[in-house]
């Protein structure tokens, strides 16, 4: 079967990664054709809705919407949430990057969570087929990310992958090219980031936008709290409704990033005792590769390791790690064969 699937790859022209918080779109022959965040800005004008903005633009416009502009993330916990929101992206994608251009009816290979449901399956499916694909493949995303952090999946000794996104957690077992054991969660960046909006609203009162957040995460979020600079927050304070700013450390958000962080480690750990012990001896050699967005989160992977008892390593750039997976297997056709041999 694996086998099969594999040489249906030959003849794809287009790999998707939509994620939570981006989408990645790679053309076979041409490259990285786009990459921006999974935002939509819709404009009602009476009878319908018009695309104001999608991606970077419609990012910069969230939190700052005029009367009559919505701004939607379609994509919830890793999945599709509303569907023509999700189409109507995708459609402007389509033309942003000119894919028709290239190819009248593009073959399409898009990543997925492992974890979802048929429904969910289908809705990748519906969305997609505003791209007007004669066959639209998914892919299991931690499996795309395993190629795209150099691993060897063909092996007969297990790797294991924790991709951590923005919506979706989901830690897997891969042996002779595919997943063999899984654990997922619906908690990544999104609830980090949530968690600090709540933080400086109720320990700090200053309402602070998403997209402020989501910014300041690199430089504030450390598990260990210990970041030795207090980074600027820019916010509303909560009683008198005016732009104030605020000094904050990250040991003092520490607390409040703690829930989510926890949750994640928690299903690692679950992964790891529900691992058969055939394999497991393996995952005590090679460890854990983690791979998605929230990887980077300061001293997580020595969190982990602590938690875990086994090496923690983040693959190399491990945020494009699924889109990377996903275009090497369109482009190497090598790496095709060699999962499937
Ligand atoms: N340096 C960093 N520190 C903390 N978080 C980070 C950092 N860089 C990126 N992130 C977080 O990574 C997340 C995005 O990761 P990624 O691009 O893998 O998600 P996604 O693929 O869109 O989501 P999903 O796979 O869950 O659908 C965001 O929540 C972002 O805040
Ligand atoms: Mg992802």
Do not use: W
């Not at 991606?55 to 005029?66: D, H, T, V, W, Y």
């Amino acid at each position: 079967m694996i086998r099969k699937f594999f040489r249906n790859l030959s003849s794809i022209d287009v790999a998707i990664d939509l994620g939570t918080s981006h989408t990645s779109v790679y053309i076979r022959g041409e490259g990285l054709v786009y990459k921006e965040p999974s935002v939509i800005s819709l404009r009602d004008i009476g009878y319908k809705k018009s695309i104001l903005a999608i991606g970077n633009e419609a990012f910069q416009i969230m939190g700052k919407e005029p009367q009559g502009v919505e701004t939607i993330k379609p994509l919830q916990g890793g999945v599709i949430d509303q569907l023509e929101a999700t189409k109507a992206m995708l459609n402007e994608i389509a033309k942003r990057t000119r894919i028709h251009r290239f190819l009248k009816r593009p073959r399409v290979l898009i990543g997925a969570p492992y974890s979802i449901s048929d429904v969910e399956r289908r809705a990748v499916i519906d969305a997609t087929s505003i791209l007007e694909s004669p066959s639209v493949t998914i892919v299991e995303e931690p499996l795309a990310a395993a190629i795209g952090a150099d691993l060897d999946i063909s092996e007969s000794i297990a790797n294991m992958v924790v991709d951590i996104g923005s919506g979706i957690t989901e830690a897997v077992v891969i042996s002779l090219g595919g997943i063999v054991h899984s654990e997922s969660i619906r908690i990544g960046g999104d609830a980090i980031t949530e968690s600090l909006v709540h933080y400086f609203r109720n320990h700090c009162n200053l309402i602070v936008g998403e997209r402020t957040v989501e910014e300041l995460k690199p430089g504030l979020c450390d598990v260990y709290g210990q970041f030795e600079q207090s980074v600027t927050v820019k916010g509303i304070d909560v009683h008198s409704y005016l732009p104030q700013t605020r000094q904050i450390s990250s040991r003092q958000v520490k607390d409040a990033i703690l829930g989510p962080v926890s949750a994640i480690i928690r299903t690692v750990r679950q992964m790891l005792e529900n691992t058969p012990p055939v394999l497991s001896g393996d995952l005590i050699d090679r460890g854990i590769i983690l791979t998605g967005g929230s990887a980077l989160l300061q001293n997580l992977a020595s969190l982990m390791e602590a938690s875990c008892g086994v090496p923690v390593k983040i693959a190399k750039d491990s945020a494009g790690a699924t889109l990377r997976g996903t275009s090497r297997m369109l482009e190497e056709m090598e790496v095709i064969r060699m999962v499937s041999a």
